[in-house]
């Protein structure tokens, strides 16, 4: 089947604007979680959704944001793009019912913000 | 609140020997998961092996397995018989009781040398 889908895989955006990622789970899967990922702070947690809820929310600023739609795809959004959202952020998917589940992740996307 | 702490920022080792990766954490919950993920250079993060906390025996997954010291909280990777496709970075995780909210540590970049 499938796996975890991230588009776009890449993007360049100017600092001031504002990004939409999106990220499509393995079917049948109702969790999806975002992490950002820099070469200065490592794997961060951002955002985690369950049937169109967030559930849990790491510590960023409301510049970020997200959303998860009733097929489970899910989007997050990034406002006011500063120099050091640069990074790569990857969306993993689970089946979310309970705990003992396996996250999957996607590719990635890596944003350029100049 | 919880950590996860690599402190081997990097490792090698002869192709067809052993190495062990090291990960402590800190949590004061009773039920978690412990993880080990690898993350090669196209980025995609691939399950390795899982530990769940209740569980004393030590997961196997063919050539690897852990170390689960509960009482120490610690949690290290033992690759037997390296391969050169084991060159990757490392990522020792924890998972929350009943999220799917993974907190990784700073990472172990594995070099295997032929």
């Known amino acids: 089947k499938a796996g975890v889908t991230q588009t776009p895989r890449y993007l360049i955006k100017t600092r001031g604007q504002q990004v939409t990622l999106s990220c499509s789970p393995i079917?049948?899967?109702?969790?999806v979680s975002w992490y950002q990922q820099t070469p200065g702070q490592g794997l961060q947690f951002l955002f985690e959704?369950?049937?169109?809820?967030?559930?849990n929310k790491g510590n960023f600023p409301g510049r970020f944001s997200g959303r998860q739609f009733s097929n489970s795809r899910s989007e997050m959004n990034v406002s006011t793009l500063e120099l050091g959202d640069s990074a790569l952020y990857l969306c993993?998917?689970?089946?979310?019912?309970?705990?003992?589940?396996?996250?999957?992740f996607g590719q990635g996307t890596r944003l350029t913000v100049v | 609140a919880q950590t996860v702490t690599q402190s081997q920022p990097e490792m090698s080792v002869q192709e067809a020997e052993t190495v062990t990766l090291s990960c402590t954490y800190d949590?004061?919950?009773?039920?978690?998961?412990l993880f080990w993920y690898k993350q090669p250079p196209s980025r995609q993060m691939i399950l390795v092996i899982r530990?769940?906390?209740?569980?004393?025996q030590n997961a196997t997954e063919n050539r690897f397995s852990v170390n689960f010291q509960k009482a120490a909280k610690s949690f290290s990777l033992k690759i037997s018989d390296s391969q050169l496709g084991d060159a990757a970075m490392y990522f020792c995780a924890y998972r929350e009781y009943n999220t799917d909210k993974l907190i990784f540590g700073t990472g172990t970049r594995l070099q295997v040398f032929p």
């Open positions: 079917s049948g899967h109702r969790s």
């Open positions: 993993a998917s689970s089946r979310g019912q309970g705990w003992d589940t396996e996250a999957f």
């Open positions: 530990q769940e906390a209740y569980k004393q």
């Open positions: 949590t004061s919950e009773s039920d978690y998961y």
């Open positions: 959704y369950f049937s169109e809820t967030q559930r």
